[in-house]
């Protein structure tokens, strides 16, 4: 037999509410501020960053011209059938 809280630790109600500014302060822990777009990064990292994007851009509007030549090759109905279920990724 054990000597101790046992089932009487887990059985005491726990009723406790926060009030309105308590959680107003949780509600803004962890929100950015308006400062934080101002701030500069690194040139390095900014030139990396920008080159990760114009190579997705650029992936992206090659996708995006096969597309339109796929569409303008078929029928408007062949069209729908081949495009039902995907998404315009």
Do not use: P
Not at 25 to 50: G, P
Not at 51 to 59: D, M, N, P, R, V
């Amino acid at each position: 037999m054990h000597r101790g809280l046992d089932k009487y630790y887990y059985s005491i109600a726990i009723s406790y509410r926060k009030n309105e500014f308590e959680q107003k302060m949780l509600a803004n822990l962890h929100k950015s501020s308006w400062a934080n777009s101002l701030k500069l990064l690194d040139f390095t990292d900014q030139h990396e960053k920008n080159l990760q994007t114009l190579k997705e851009f650029s992936k992206l509007t090659e996708q995006y011209n096969k597309w339109i030549k796929d569409e303008t090759k078929m029928t408007s109905e062949e069209f729908v059938v081949k495009s039902v279920g995907k998404l315009n990724a």
